[in-house]
């Protein structure tokens, strides 16, 4: 959307803020009838096919990025992604249809003045350069109409919000009860009662003691959801010692690829060029003479490190400028020599020996690589007629007694991560196969081929006191180490008393001060600020938690630390959002959304 071109306008922002959590409920799942171009009708609105797979395909991106694994659709299906992409869209499109009801929109002229200010769109002289408008649209899928309709949308939803929001101001009174809440803070002293601080630690705990944990915390000991498979596989691998490479190809490939194997001396630069010489001589001098540094030379330029960091360079690379910067010592700068941009200084970072690798060395490994890339196209070759095997009602068990694959056993679950469980390929069949379903070939990511069967699905059960045992026995151990901690933190707290010194009870201690409810310790129980916050000046009190106990004493109440003015502006902006909030919730409404649940179906099968 046009929202991805550009900073995010304050309207998608409240949306963001206000709606996620707002979801489709009590929206229709009636089924449109006609078109199938469109997901759902907002008012007289539509919501693309193309708009909801683009914002799905933003959202499973996003939980990529933080998770750093592929998202399959099952998954992000079973996350609520795809409700999520459809939430955000038809608020949008309710206020898209609320701001046509009122005929608010904005002339070519002020679209215009938008589209240039965008910096993605803009030249390297700063302008508006139309193939980098182009190139920009063709990299999210759209077409230039489709962008501008979007921006000029996006445009009249800002001038309704900003209708909304404006001049909202949340009443005094509830301002100061809510900042004295919020704002509160707490000085405290707290002592920390570890295992070390026990007489003799927790004795090791016997057969009925196992037995009686396990049998009043069975919760904690379960087995998850489990799909027990039978599998067949045919993997490069299984093949290699059956695949001949000849002495000649593998020279060729050696050869191909000289570049690997032959790596002249290199050095690791940064270049931070300058518009002529007496400039860069005029940085130089300074540098010798101890006037700045070469981190602030490149801050003067309005560059950054990365901006200049050239990564590891050849002589061919540095030209003119190769001699010197190759006799250099680590760690200097020399210059100015001349670059492709112009005079520069050259600071050398690091250095890298020449490594070259004769063909014996290499021909192990290239060898494999050959055998494994010929064993794939054998697989591939085989692949077709193993299939046919299978629909024409081979099972897996005759399937390698026919072939070379060979047959595995699976618990699997959504947890497992070893072995054939490793492969992407594997985990989205495993999730998708369903008892009865027919054994079919599909690939792995490294040219395997495999077949799978469902055998049997073992719902969520207590796992077997044989198997947790070792568990069990930690639990429990952890379990009346924490019930001693905190008897023994009960018991140095019978000798303290709000004036007393912590240095005497032999603990480790420590003083905070001013920290607010939702201030974060990292080796205290989640609910500690909560406790500190119940406590009055003076009471001293033990707080149990994982593994330690703590003694705690409030030492003083303070005040919200924050000014009136900066209270007041954050309270005004949530209640504006608020505001905002109830106002889309009732565009929607009264927009009365219809999905088609066949195109969103549709969209969802065809990833």
């Known amino acids: ?30 089924s449109l009838t006609g078109t199938v171009r469109t997901v759902a009708q907002v008012g007289n609105e539509d919501i693309s096919i193309n708009e909801y797979v683009r914002e799905l395909q933003r959202e499973i991106r996003a939980v990529e990025q933080q998770t750093g694994q592929p998202l399959q ?51 390297v002289n700063g302008t508006f350069d139309r193939e980098a408008y182009q190139f920009q649209l063709d990299q999210v899928g759209m077409t230039d109409t489709e962008f501008e309709s979007d921006l000029r949308k996006e445009s009249a939803r800002t001038i309704v919000q900003n209708a909304v929001v404006s001049g909202v101001e949340m009443p005094a009174t ?67 010692d059956s695949v001949e490479v000849d002495e000649e190809t593998v020279r060729r490939l050696y050869d191909q690829r000289a570049s690997e194997f032959y790596q002249p001396e ?33 801050r003067d330029r309005q560059l950054e490190l990365s901006d200049i960091d050239l990564g590891d360079v050849t002589r061919e690379d540095l030209g003119e400028a190769a001699d010197a910067v190759f006799a250099a010592d680590l760690d200097t700068v020399v210059g100015p020599l001349p670059s492709t941009f112009g005079p520069a200084l050259f600071r050398i970072n690091g250095s890298l020996a020449e490594n070259n690798t004769p063909f014996e060395d290499a021909e192990p490994a290239l060898r494999e690589e050959l055998a494994a890339e010929r064993a794939r196209r054998q697989i591939e070759a085989q692949a077709e007629d193993i299939n046919d095997l299978l629909a024409g009602g081979t099972t897996l068990e005759e399937l390698v007694g026919e072939t070379e694959m060979e047959l595995g056993l699976i618990d699997w679950t959504r947890q497992s991560d070893d072995g054939v469980a490793a492969y992407d390929g594997f985990r989205s069949a495993a999730e998708a196969v ?57 018991s140095v707290l019978e000798s303290l008393n709000a004036d007393s010194d912590f240095t005497e009870t032999g603990l480790p201690f420590r003083v905070e001060n001013a920290l607010t409810r939702t201030a974060f310790l990292d080796d205290v129980p989640t609910e ?80």
């Open 1 to 30: 959307m046009a929202a991805g071109m550009k900073n995010l306008s304050k309207t998608f922002v409240w949306i963001l803020m206000g709606l996620l959590m707002l979801g489709l409920a009590g929206f229709g799942a009636t």
């Open 73 to 123: 659709i099952s998954q992000a299906h079973e996350f609520g992604l795809d409700q999520l992409a459809l939430s955000r869209l038809t608020a949008l499109a309710a206020l898209d249809n609320e701001v046509a009801e009122l005929g608010i929109s904005i002339g070519d002229e002020n679209l215009q003045k938008e589209i240039v200010a965008i910096p993605a769109f803009q030249g």
């Open 174 to 240: 509830l301002t100061q009860v809510l900042t004295d809440y919020v704002g509160a803070r707490r000085s405290f002293t707290v002592a920390t009662v570890g295992p070390d601080a026990l007489p003799a630690p927790v004795a090791a705990p016997t057969d009925d003691q196992i037995q009686t944990y396990y049998d009043e915390n069975q919760d904690q000991f379960t087995l998850p959801r489990t799909k027990q498979l039978t599998y067949a596989i045919l993997s490069p691998e299984m093949l290699l």
């Open 266 to 298: 290199r050095r690791l630069v940064e270049r931070l060029t300058y518009p002529n010489q007496e400039a860069a001589e005029s940085a130089k001098a300074q540098l010798e003479v101890g006037g700045t540094t070469f981190e602030q030379l490149v």
């Open 434 to 490: 369903n008892e009865g379903d027919f054994p079919e070939v599909a690939f792995l990511e490294d040219g395997s081929i495999f077949a799978l069967r469902l055998n049997e699905v073992l719902p969520r059960r207590p796992e077997p006191l044989e198997t947790a045992r070792e568990r069990v026995a930690a639990a429990w151990t952890q379990a009346e180490t924490n019930k001693a901690l905190e008897e023994q933190a009960a």
């Open 528 to 607: 500690f600020m909560t406790q500190v916050f119940e406590m009055e000046p003076g009471e001293l009190r033990v707080i149990p938690g994982a593994g330690s106990a703590f003694i705690v004493r409030l030492d003083e109440l303070l005040p919200p630390a924050e000014t009136d003015e900066l209270r007041q502006a954050q309270l005004n902006q949530a209640l504006a959002q608020n505001i905002f909030d109830a106002y889309v919730r009732d565009a929607q409404t009264r927009a009365r959304p219809v999905i088609d649940q066949r195109a969103l179906n549709a969209v969802q099968s065809s990833y």
